[in-house]
Each structure stands twice: as structure tokens, then as C-alpha cells.
T-cell receptor, first 114, second 118 residues
Framework: ETGVTQTPRHLVMGMTNKKSLKCEQH?????MYWYKQSAKKPLELMFV???????ENNSVPSRFSPECPNSSHLFLHLHTLQPEDSALYLC?????????????FGQGTRLTVV | AQTVTQSQPEMSVQEAETVTLSCTYD???????LFWYKQPPSRQMILVIR??????QNATENRFSVNFQKAAKSFSLKISDSQLGDAAMYFC???????????????FGTGTLLAVQP
């Protein structure tokens, strides 16, 4: 366990559904991230939050909506997804302004869009 | 923009042998950090080793060591005395030290899947 917990571990949803992914850390970190991991592609950074403020949106479609109510929790709200959105979604956390420190990752949510 | 390239999609090694995973990167920055992460079948990414660009000495963590060639922008990972538990996907990652956007983001390569044969 790295201290970053993601729920659910697996999710199957239809293209018209609305669901949310949750990420939680109690490591005292102040930066949180969403990454998308697809087969044979680099991990794609989706969103970055520093001190609860979104600092990066990497041209992510609006059908993905992040929310960071506090430094310990991060959500990814999903609606009207496409089959190509099926992937492993990883949450990570780290300390802001500490590039030498590692980012800690959750176990990911395996999302399948049908 | 920075990029990270891992040219070996898959590698295989015999137990107790040594294997080297390759990573190259592209950046115009002079100060940065490089990381190797391991992702076992459990999917949780864990840090294996890190290297600071301004340190010429190669980082070492037990059986894991790196060969950092800053001029060549190369950062390979050597695993000595390979064990069955080393089987995983290995990702090379880059992180800038410049905080203009204060994003601290990690930029990853495509990964190398390492199999360890008994």
C-alpha cells in the first residue's frame, strides 16, 4: 500500500451513464493528479491540482470533470463516455514544489465503457 | 516540451541474471529529476530509483542501479540478480524542477514489460 486509495477498482459503464471515481490520500500531500493509462501508450496526464486548485487540464474532453474538495480527496466525474475512454485511471499525489520527491500512486480504476 | 522514450516494449531475463532497461529523454532544461517506477500486476506504481540531473554519480538502490548519461540524455536501469518478484512493467519518468506552472507533473515513457524466467 502506498497510502493512495482509489475506488472502485473496476467499473463497467454504459455510454449514457454517469459515474465517479474517487481518490483519497492521507500522506499530507498537497498536489493530486489524474493519469490515464492505455495499452502501448505513455501514461497521459489529465489533470493536476495544487492546493485544491486546478493547475493543469491537458486538453481533456469535458465528459471528464475533476473535483478536488480538499487536499486529501480527488474525484473524476464521468458522463457520456465513449468506448475509447476505456483504460486504467490512476490517481497520484505528491508535495508541491518538491520535484525530488516521488509521487505516490493508487492502484487505479479499470474502466470499461460499453 | 519534454518527452520520454522507452524503446523496449518487452524484455526477458533469467532469474539471478542481470538486465538493463533503456530510457532516453528530450529536454532543454539543465536541472530535472528522473525516476524509474515499477508497476506489478497489482497495478500500483511504486518508485524504484531516482536520479538528480545535477549529480554525476549514478544512483543505486540495492540490486537496482542507473546509468545516467546527461549529455546523451540517457537513463537506463540495471537490475542485478533478477528475482521473480521483479517481473513487472517498468516506467521511466521525467520531472522538471522549474515551477513556472507549479504543476510538478511526471512525464512517462510507454513502459517496458519485464519477464523473469525461473
Amino acid at each position: 500500500e502506498t497510502g493512495v486509495t482509489q475506488t472502485p477498482r473496476h467499473l463497467v459503464m454504459g455510454m449514457t451513464n454517469k459515474k465517479s471515481l474517487k481518490c483519497e490520500q492521507h500522506l499530507g500531500h498537497n498536489a493530486m493528479y489524474w493519469y490515464k493509462q492505455s495499452a502501448k501508450k505513455p501514461l497521459e496526464l489529465m489533470f493536476v491540482y495544487n492546493f485544491k486548485e486546478q493547475t493543469e487540464n491537458n486538453s481533456v474532453p469535458s465528459r471528464f470533470s475533476p473535483e478536488c474538495p480538499n487536499s486529501s480527496h480527488l474525484f473524476l466525474h464521468l458522463h457520456t463516455l465513449q468506448p475509447e475512454d476505456s483504460a486504467l485511471y490512476l490517481c497520484a499525489s505528491s508535495l508541491v514544489l518538491a520535484a525530488n520527491t516521488e509521487a505516490f500512486f493508487g492502484q487505479g480504476t479499470r474502466l470499461t465503457v460499453v | 516540451a519534454q518527452t520520454v522514450t522507452q524503446s523496449q516494449p518487452e524484455m526477458s531475463v533469467q532469474e539471478a541474471e542481470t538486465v538493463t532497461l533503456s530510457c532516453t529523454y528530450d529536454t532543454s532544461e539543465s536541472d530535472y529529476y528522473l525516476f524509474w517506477y515499477k508497476q506489478p500486476p497489482s497495478r500500483q506504481m511504486i518508485l524504484v530509483i531516482r536520479q538528480e540531473a545535477y549529480k554525476q554519480q549514478n544512483a543505486t538502490e540495492n540490486r537496482f542501479s542507473v546509468n545516467f548519461q546527461k549529455a546523451a540524455k540517457s537513463f537506463s536501469l540495471k537490475i542485478s540478480d533478477s528475482q521473480l518478484g521483479d517481473a513487472a512493467m517498468y516506467f521511466c519518468a521525467y520531472r522538471s524542477t522549474y515551477y513556472g506552472g507549479a504543476t510538478n507533473k511526471l512525464i512517462f515513457g510507454t513502459g517496458t514489460l519485464l519477464a523473469v524466467q525461473p
